[in-house]
T-cell receptor
C-alpha cells in the first residue's frame, strides 16, 4: 500500500464546476503539501499546511490530522486549472513522500 | 527574480554515456534535492544535500552521483550504471532541512537511446 494515496487519478470537469481532490496518508507527518504540475513539467507549490484550512484565490486546502486526510478544492474551475495536482507529506526523516498525482482536465 | 534553474530542458544521450544535469538556485537555500519522475509514479528522491559539501543518498541513488561544492549549485550525474535512466528529473530546494516549503525547477527530460 502506498503511503500517500490520491483520488481520483483522473478528473474531467466542465468550466465553472466545483472540484475536489483527495489525499490520504498513512505515515506521521510534519506538514502536507499540495503541488501543481503543468504539462511542461515544472512544479509549483500551492499550499503547505499542518492543520485546518488555507485559501488562496479559488483554491482551498483542508487537512484533518486525526483522519490523516486532506482535500484540495477548486471553486469556479477554469481550463487554465488543467494540470496534475500532487499531494506530498513531510516524512519523519525530513523528506517528502509524494502521491502519484491527480490529472485534472477542465473543458470550456 | 529568485528561483531554481535547471538545464537543459531536454537531453538526449547514447546508452553507456554519463550525463550531468544542472541545477542552480539563487534563493539562498541550504537544502537541495533531486527527484526522478516516471509515468504513473510519484516523485522519488535520488539525493539530497542539507548543506554545502555534504549530501546523502535518497531512495533510488544507485547509478547516480552528485556534488555540492557551492550553495547555489547541486549537479546530478547520471552514470552508465543507471539501468533505466530515461525519465523526468526535478531539482528542488528549501530553506533548510527538514524541508519546509520546497521550490522546484522546471525539470529536465532525459532520453537515453
Amino acid at each position: 500500500k502506498n503511503e500517500v494515496e490520491q483520488s481520483p487519478q483522473n478528473l474531467t470537469a466542465q468550466e465553472g464546476e466545483f472540484i475536489t481532490i483527495n489525499c490520504s496518508y498513512s505515515v506521521g507527518i510534519s506538514a502536507l503539501h499540495w503541488l501543481q504540475q503543468h504539462p511542461g513539467g515544472g512544479i509549483v507549490s500551492l499550499f503547505m499546511l499542518s492543520s485546518g484550512k488555507k485559501k488562496h484565490g479559488r483554491l482551498i486546502a483542508t487537512i484533518n490530522i486525526q483522519e490523516k486526510h486532506s482535500s484540495l478544492h477548486i471553486t469556479a474551475s477554469h481550463p487554465r486549472d488543467s494540470a496534475v495536482y500532487i499531494c506530498a507529506v513531510g516524512g519523519s526523516q525530513g523528506n517528502l513522500i509524494f502521491g502519484k498525482g491527480t490529472k485534472l482536465s477542465v473543458k470550456p | 527574480d529568485g528561483g531554481i534553474t535547471q538545464s537543459p530542458k531536454y537531453l538526449f544521450r547514447k546508452e553507456g554515456q554519463n550525463v550531468t544535469l544542472s541545477c542552480e538556485q539563487n534563493l539562498n537555500h541550504d537544502a537541495m534535492y533531486w527527484y526522478r519522475q516516471d509515468p504513473g509514479q510519484g516523485l522519488r528522491l535520488i539525493y539530497y544535500s542539507q548543506i554545502v559539501n555534504d549530501f546523502q543518498k535518497g531512495d533510488i541513488a544507485e547509478g547516480y552521483s552528485v556534488s555540492r561544492e557551492k550553495k547555489e549549485s547541486f549537479p546530478l550525474t547520471v552514470t552508465s550504471a543507471q539501468k533505466n535512466p530515461t525519465a523526468f528529473y526535478l531539482c528542488a530546494s528549501s530553506i533548510y532541512w527538514p524541508n519546509t516549503e520546497a521550490f522546484f525547477g522546471q525539470g529536465t527530460r532525459l532520453t537515453v537511446v
